[in-house]
């Protein structure tokens, strides 16, 4: 269990090199012991998100078979994991999961920190799984051993495109669970069981977003970001998921309801999307101010991003990485992963390779131009890669605002006509909220 103390921290740093990561909502308590409780759509890198949102040293539940497996077996060993033995692993061994639970009321009765994943399995879903019960087990369990309760809190991962290097990750802490008046009653009542499981269940879809299928993920985001535009909504990031999770809600009722209104509400919002999604605007951009006197100021502020040490930075960084990149991608994309698998395939593939690349591309300057060299890029080479892909970043974000810019000026009647049929859309939108 030596790396344990570490994980918050390396945690931390992977999953930021690999997502753009916003971590929101409450804070996991420093001390004590607790139980966190999250969702499960991305594999491995679920509970490096978790680690990070923490910033304690917790112990997880992992699946029995991880615990011998030749790529990360010694990674779950040495995190402090916990075994689970799951009759879709083997039927024979269910037994050991006695030793888990000893294991897990042993940890909470010493102040550690648990957590697990009550889904069970990582999958690709577009909702939450049917929760296990183990959690609720485990607390009620534990509260046997200590005669106290402790916090059991809810953490949400949405990820916006979970396979995609560099896209956006929200992991949500939420409030802790209310089950106080379920502890005395143990482990074996039934009823007290299922009951916490229900809460928890209510918990995590309460700092996640739960659809009913895929195809209606772009509607939603639309109805969200429409709704922001035109009610000048907080833009925080527990704000904008309460906004997708009343989306989500609000269409849900819709597919219930026998209003045409609605349905045709629908309708329009998706041939909103549409017609934005040609000109490769999204509805805030609709409202962006095209003086003049605001693009100059704009591109002030971003003439450093055309400096010389920028474009140096941006062109090495990438060259100087681009193999191991593409070598990463090219394995991970053929290893036959799913979709809940490819990101936790490109990150235990992209350390060890990127490390070796700058370990090699090291002893090869140092042999052409002396171990001070060789020092120098082993030390800058991190560097300049991060910054580069840092300026890189902010050079697609600025080429995306200046299109947006000219587009919107130069095409000011359609533009008018999109904001005020937006606008309409926004009203009928807030007329079905007062309705339902």
Known sequence: MWLRPFIPSVSNLTTRAYYRVTIAGGRVPAKGALLLVANHPNSLLDPALVAAAARRSVRFLAKAPLFTDKRIGFLVRSSGSIPVYRRIDDPDSMDGNQDMFRSVFEALKNDLGIALFPEGISHSEPSLA?????????????????QETFPIIPVGMVLAEKDVFRSRAL????????WEDLAPRGQTDRH???ELTRRIDTAIRDVTVNLET????PIVECAEQIWSAEFNSDETAPEKLGRLRTASDLLSSVRQSHDARWWDLLKDIESHRRRLGVLRITPSDLSVNTRIGTAFRWTLG???LLAPISLILAVVGHLVFLIPYKTTG????????????????KLFLGIPLYVGWVFLVSIATGLLFGPLVAVAVA?????VGVTGLWIRERWKGASQAARRFFLLRERSDLVAELRS???????????LVRYL
Do not use: C
Request: glycine share 6%.
């Open 421 to 431: 049929q937006q606008k309409d859309i926004a009203d009928r939108m807030a007329e």
């Open 214 to 217: 895929w195809e209606d993920k």
């Open 130 to 146: 049917k929760l296990k019960t183990g959690a609720a087990r485990i607390a009620l369990g534990a509260f046997e051993h200590t």
């Open 171 to 178: 992991v949500t802490v939420g409030e802790p669970i209310e």
């Open 379 to 383: 030390a800058l080479a991190p560097i």
């Open 192 to 194: 007290a069981v299922v």
């Open 302 to 304: 971003r003439l450093y």
């Open 330 to 345: 090219f394995i991970a994309n053929r290893s036959g992963a799913d979709e809940a698998e490819i990101s936790t395939w």
